[in-house]
């Protein structure tokens, strides 16, 4: 076999094993769908902030929040806990003996995560339209793909990149769900942000994506000029970049002792 279809293989697997458990995939796709219906229903109307615009539902503003936050759950979350998990059980070490290259194993994760995440974006978007009236020109399409596609990809190389630095499955949970978070609260996930907080998290993978969907991507209320927000993505690409490297330089295949 061809090194993509040994590729395509491993993604196959991943999806199988995904869906095998079809508790958890149900929860993953329907808590973003609940979080979003609490968050509108705890506003009730439009609100008129300068943060917003005037006028301007919230509903408007939550849609690529909410998405934001499903993808890097699916992406960074997933990604960092199955690959320490694999690698503590000793998963990792066996499939490295194998004839699939190393990077097809861990493609076939992030492949599974992105695939996840992709379904994801289109279940929280159409619920959107649906449910609530939310404004996305057909035109925006292909802008908010690679935007939602960069994010995913660069949140699971961030996710691969702190699964280095969890020494055991049991610290697993808590030392993702903390830079998991703090990225969700101060990006501007729940509400609104300007001022210092939005400066602080302009330097974060997250607010990038919220920022190039919104302010200036498909779902802004404006609706004027290009949908191609080039400096949020180009946040995003270095975040993956470096997340990248130092999962190059860190990863380990054999599970920790001591």
């Not at 939602?148 to 949970?173: E, K, M």
């Not at 993978?205 to 949908?227: E, K, Q, T």
Request: some cysteine.
């Amino acid at each position: 076999m061809s090194d993509i279809a040994l590729l395509g293989s491993q993604v196959r697997y991943e999806q199988k094993s995904y869906w095998r458990n079809p508790l958890a995939a149900g929860f993953t796709f329907l808590f973003p769908l609940v979080l979003f219906f609490i968050l509108v229903g705890v506003t009730k109307s439009s609100t008129d902030t300068k943060d917003l615009g005037r006028g301007v539902h919230l509903a408007q503003y939550l849609t690529p929040s909410v998405l934001s936050y499903a993808v890097m759950s699916a992406c960074f979350m997933s990604v960092a806990m199955t690959l320490v998990r694999q690698r503590e059980s000793g998963v990792l070490k066996r499939m490295r003996g194998t004839p699939v290259p190393s990077w097809a194993v861990i493609g076939g994760i992030i492949g599974n995560a992105v695939i996840v995440a992709t379904a994801l974006s289109l279940v929280s978007i159409v619920f959107a339209i649906t449910a609530y009236g939310v404004s996305f020109p057909a035109a925006d399409i292909l802008p908010t793909v690679v935007t939602i596609a960069l994010a995913a990809v660069a949140f699971c190389a961030l996710g691969v990149a702190v699964s280095t630095l969890i020494p055991n499955v049991d610290s697993g949970p808590a030392i993702v769900n903390v830079p998991y978070f703090l990225l969700v609260f101060i990006s501007g996930t729940y509400f609104p942000i300007s001022g210092t907080m939005a400066h602080i998290a302009a330097w974060l993978p997250l607010r990038p994506f919220i920022v190039a969907l919104y302010y200036h991507g498909a779902f802004s209320p404006l609706n004027s000029g290009s949908a191609w927000s080039w400096h949020q993505l180009g946040s995003l690409l270095l975040w993956g970049i470096g997340s990248t490297i130092f999962a190059a330089r860190h990863f380990k295949w054999t599970p920790r002792r001591g």
